[in-house]
């Protein structure tokens, strides 16, 4: 055990307890300050370095202290940090360019006149759109000759993850989240993921819009087949409702391609709504919107006062064009696909590793260990922290590895070696 817990600075304890006469308890945290970081490692006050695995919750894709970033920001800050949308600022348009270049001219987006709404984080860019569909629910039902306010449904899945806010929270089938908040809005119903026989029942001509994340991250990393994407694509438009791709922890170079979605290029939703790794930390969401979406919207139909901030979107320039460089989209899957078969081979080496870990799975650098019913993964998390290595569990019993996207194989392999050492104390 490199990193005890036991080993913390002098001052931290007291520190702690300075702290928490002031912040509100939400949050379950070991007790370590972590005071600076560089490339792929944090430091803590007593300056142990830790491989980090988390990226902020894949916010961190260049991870710490890039210099390209830090210029970006020192740039920026010394000409303007915030205007509000009263005015027009220079850096906003250049990023909602690049974003539409993303997507490419192909399927819903085909057409001229995809649009970018800037918004501050993911959940507020899922709230944008659902009152975008709210709306193209009325707009589709009057083409259609049916009752517009009868077309408000909104479809969700089984182990989603949508956000906290309480229009996210209702997509976010989990009672763990939505238990103490109810009653919840109305109007969002529940599907099994990957279950084409019920979505076929439960999205209807009531539904205004279906929100899915093609790979789920909270969620516990569970990836949608093609037989299912296919389906809701096509089911979504035969009921004349919204397909909102959630990217927010999938996109933007997680799995490889700018895009999780893109993976399967015959599926393109309607609209698709990103945040986390965008300005590499710098708080920033975005919510990509199909030409026919965009052109029902209109001024005051929605609104922010921090969204699309000159500073944010000149970071989030600088940083996506780092990320939608085709080289770095390739060092993506390639280092995922190194460490998805460094990782089975490292649960296929010992028959007791594999009694822990039952599935290695994931898309490029989103990657999850399955861990066993009955045994608990936060004891993983603590055990590899103690280890100078960063993880994180998701949902379904996971421990879920989203590094920033510069890891290098020899980062890897050393967590692959601390994995082991892991695993050995839990089966010992």
Known sequence: VSHPDSGVHPGTADRINADDKYLLKLYGQPNIYFT??????LFDQENRKYLDLNAGIAVNALGHNNPDV???????AKKIIHLSNLYRNENAGPLAKLLVEGVGKTGKFEADGTKVFFCNSGTEANEASFKFAKKWGKHSAKLRGTDPSEKYEIVSFGNAFHGRTIGALSATPNIKYQGPFSPLVPGFLNCPYNDILKATEIISEKTCAV???PVQGEGGIHIATNEFLEFIRKRCDEVGALLIFDEIQSGLGRTGKLFSYQHHPWVT?????IAKPLANGIPIGAVIVSPHVAEIIKPGDHGTTFGGSPFATHVGKVVLEKISNPEFLESVTEKGHYAKTQLKRLVAKDKRFAEIVTEVRGSGLIIALQIKEGVDPVKFVDLARERGVLVITASCNTIRLVPPLIITKEQIDHVVN???DVLETLTS
């Open 269 to 273: 939703p309607d609209i698709a709504t």
């Open 418 to 420: 601390i994995f082991e």
């Open 211 to 213: 929100i899915m994340e």
């Open 36 to 41: 600076h970081g560089e490339g792929c490692y």
């Open 70 to 76: 830090l210029n970006a920001i020192n740039h920026q």
